[in-house]
């Protein structure tokens, strides 16, 4: 047991960083559209506010689009765990679901705000 939740932590810093790694490499390529940005008359809390809002709207989508492949995968998988261990029926829970979408979400709007 202590190997598969050294080997989850792992999985979620690793997805951490790699979302950060994204997040901060968009903002880094859009350096020139920032310049013109506050050029025009934006202070950086307008600029931070687009490129959150702009990093925001694919990971929503992305993240809705996750937690549904992950249900429609995550059912047979468990259903086959519960048969072999002669355990009850196993499931998602709700609150995983909000705590996943919410995390990532948090974790992109952190980063976006940070390199913006």
């Known amino acids: 047991m202590p190997f598969l939740v050294a080997f989850g932590v792992l999985g979620l810093f ?5 979302v950060g ?5 968009a903002v880094g390529t ?14 950086p809390a307008q600029v931070v506010r687009a490129y959150a809002a702009q990093a925001l709207l694919p990971a929503a989508v992305a993240t ?4 549904v492949a992950g249900h429609l995968l995550a059912v047979p998988l468990l259903a086959d765990t519960a048969q072999v261990y002669g355990s009850a029926g196993l499931g998602v829970t709700v609150w ?4 996943v979408a919410g995390g990532t979400l948090g974790v992109v709007a952190l980063t976006a705000a940070a390199c913006a």
């Open 14 to 18: 690793m997805a951490v960083l790699v």
């Open 21 to 25: 790694s994204v997040v901060a490499g």
């Open 30 to 43: 859009g350096l020139r559209r920032i310049g013109v940005l506050k050029a025009v008359g934006c202070t």
């Open 64 to 67: 809705a689009l996750g937690l």
């Open 96 to 99: 995983t679901d909000v705590v």
